[in-house]
């Protein structure tokens, strides 16, 4: 049988400071290859679960199987690798080092893992001319490349991040809200790329939003609502 | 890119703060490292303004005394030590010389000092340096003179020039003794010893200034007169041997025909320099506590800018940095400030010093060594490094506490 892309059994995760939110999941899972869609209003935990499954915080309770590891048994040294080496992940805004050119910050990924690194370089010589290939795939024009990210519009810093998210090909990747500060016309193109690259590249998606006209492009979809087993009507009230 | 260069990227993206933190760093090390310096070399031009003297005789009176206006040509003796004595301790088996030294006149508020040829022949200053002339030579008769460098530079005199002394010490010339004019025949090169800052006379010129009645320069009757002094106000004493140093030591002490004392200068010059101890003890506290505030200064832009880069820590997190690694690059740029600041610290310690250094050598007799830099220096420098490593832990440990703690940062 093959291995789960992400497999969560017994799941439960509090935050101390706050008593009123809590993630229950008792079975939830993701076959490989897949692109999945993770919906769910503003509060209802979406940050919370990408933050578990990829090893940022650990869950009071419960396993996390990602890819047939199982990330909560990690050390914290050997966790951040693990998640330096299998994700690719992209945030709703301000993604990019702001002191670094846009090459820099598309190789960046690179520093924190060799396989990531190594896989880069069979695509291309160097490291440079990966993140060029990349961007040249996103329609990033070349005179951008050594521009600071700064001066480089939404549109543009967001193809910036799919690019630096499959750099080196990991095995997911992860987008939290990453079209949230895009207008209709720029999501679609967003959404366009991404999907493509994903295709491309054979990379599963795990895509969070609580923009639910997004779902349309994605074989999978779920609600954490439906995922989270608390509850919910007590918290939505008390949140 | 290693964590080294995305350093260097995050330092220069803030080049302003970068900049005033390595300089503000940079004066706090030159404050203190100049501090050192100046200590270093003020003691040693005071330790080194005598030297291959054996003793120092003169009537009795405190060990200090006798060294401040002998040496330092500072304050007044009580008493005059006789001419017999001089001739007696001259005559002593261990002895090999005697130059005995007589004071009390001015010239510009320079004092003047009355001695005999001998005296340019045996005063030793630093390692065993002898004086020597920048130009023409020694006085050979009554009414010449042998100034010290800085009285020549300043007061411009030059060889053959003919200048008045004055009788007690004071900038307004007091009572002028105005029918002997000397003759300037030789000008000392720089010791940065008191000998800069002192007018030599022979000694029957200082006693013909003494004579009531007056001798004249212009009287050609001079030398027919008896000019052998009465007294003297202390000699300075070579042995023939460094062994008899105490027992010659003791046996002036015990002179029976006047009270006298014999001081060894080496250790009454360190009795002295540590009684003055306390003054430098205050200036190494204040600069002490100069670096206390910038280094406090320092943590106080490391904490803002730890607060703003908190979204940039955040993503290089999610990419996969240990918190220990975030901790490192906190750091790194710490050591990086503190190190570029003792960097800049050294250049203008050493600069400044280049500047000074002509400036301190004329005005204050201080002659600083430059040349490289020293242990202390070296101490300091690496002390100042260490307290910059210490105090980016506060930061790095903040970063490393939070990024344990929090994960995406959504806005």
């Known amino acids: 049988m093959a291995n789960a892309l992400v497999q969560l059994d017994n799941f439960f995760l509090t935050y101390q400071s706050d008593n009123n939110f809590s993630l229950n999941i008792n079975h939830f899972s993701i076959e490989p290859d897949s692109r999945v869609f993770i919906e769910g209003p503003s509060g209802c935990g979406k940050t919370t679960f990408l933050n578990a499954i990829t090893g940022l915080i650990k869950p009071n309770r419960g396993n996390i199987h990602i890819l047939g590891t199982d990330i909560t048994k990690l050390n914290p040294v ?65 005179h951008l490349l050594h521009k600071p990210v700064n001066q480089l519009s939404i549109g543009q810093q967001q193809r910036v991040s799919i690019a630096r998210a499959i750099i080196g090909q990991p095995d997911i990747i992860i987008a939290d809200e990453a079209t949230s500060a895009l207008d209709q016309e720029r999501t679609d193109q967003f959404m366009t790329l991404l999907l493509n690259e994903c295709q491309t590249y054979n990379l599963s998606l795990i895509f969070v939003s609580h923009n639910k006209s997004l779902q349309s492009s994605f074989q999978q979809v779920y609600s954490l609502n439906h995922i989270n087993e608390t509850e919910l009507e007590t918290s939505h009230v008390l949140v | 890119m290693s964590l080294f260069n995305l350093t260097l990227k995050r330092l220069f993206s803030k080049k302003l703060t970068s900049i005033l933190l390595i300089l503000s760093i940079g004066l706090s090390s030159m404050l ?50 006789s001419w017999d004595s ?46 020597r002339f920048h130009k023409g030579d020694y006085f050979r008769d009554t009414f010449e003179v042998v100034l010290g460098s800085e009285i020549a530079k300043t007061l411009n005199y030059q060889l053959n020039d003919r200048l008045f002394l004055a009788h007690g ?74 062994f008899s140093i105490f027992s010659v030591q003791n046996r002036i002490t015990s002179w029976k025909s006047e009270p006298l004392m014999a001081i060894i200068p080496g250790v009454s010059l360190s009795r002295l320099w540590n009684s003055i101890r306390t003054v430098d003890t205050a200036f190494l506290v204040i600069t002490i506590l100069v670096t206390l505030i910038t280094f406090i200064g320092l943590l106080l832009v490391l904490l803002i800018s730890l607060q703003q880069s908190k979204r940039e820590l955040a993503i290089l997190r999610t990419m996969g940095a240990h918190p220990l690694q975030l901790s490192w690059l906190l750091m790194l740029e710490s050591i990086f400030i503190t190190v570029s600041g003792v960097i800049v610290g050294i250049w203008l310690v050493n600069v400044l010093g280049y500047i000074l250094k002509p400036i301190l050598e004329v005005k204050m007799g201080l002659i600083l060594s430059f040349s490289m830099i020293s242990l202390t220096e070296l101490y300091l420098a690496l002390g100042i490094i260490f307290f910059g490593i210490i105090t980016s832990f506060i930061p790095a440990l903040l970063a490393y506490r939070k990024s344990l703690s929090e994960g995406f940062v959504s806005i």
């Not at chain 2, 054996?54 to 040509?73: E, K, M």
């Not at chain 2, 088996?93 to 010239?107: F, K, N, Q, T, Y």
Request: glycine share 6%.
């Open chain 1, 78 to 142: 050997a966790c951040d690798q693990f998640r330096a080496d299998h994700f690719g992940i992209i945030f709703q805004l301000f993604n990019l080092i702001p002191y670094l050119s846009v090459i820099e910050n598309i190789i960046l990924p690179c520093t924190f893992s060799k396989i990531k690194k190594k896989k880069a370089l069979l695509n291309s010589q160097t490291l440079a001319d990966e993140a060029r290939r990349l961007c040249f795939e996103l329609n990033i024009d070349d």
């Open chain 2, 86 to 131: 001089v001739r007696s301790i001259q005559a002593f088996s261990e002895v090999a010389w005697v130059v005995p030294i007589s004071l009390g006149d001015s010239h510009h508020g320079y004092p003047v000092l009355g001695t005999t040829a001998d005296y340019f022949q045996h005063y030793r200053y630093a390692k065993k340096q002898t004086l």
């Open chain 2, 169 to 242: 010490i004071a900038k307004s010339n007091l009572r002028l003794h105005k029918d002997q004019s000397f003759r300037v025949v030789g000008i000392l090169k720089p010791t940065g010893t008191p000998v800069d800052k002192t007018l030599h006379i022979p000694l029957q010129g200082f006693t013909a200034l003494h004579t009531k009645g007056g001798y004249s320069s212009n009287k050609p009757s001079l030398h027919s007169h008896n000019l052998t002094p009465q007294s003297v106000t202390s000699c300075l004493v070579g042995l023939k041997s460094k």
């Open chain 2, 32 to 81: 203190l490292m100049g501090v050192q310096k100046i200590k270093e070399s003020a003691k040693t031009s005071f330790s080194q303004s005598i030297s291959g003297t054996d003793l120092i005789v003169g009537a009795r009176s405190g060990d200090t005394q006798l060294l401040l206006y002998t040496v330092f040509r500072q304050g007044h003796p009580v008493a005059n030590m």
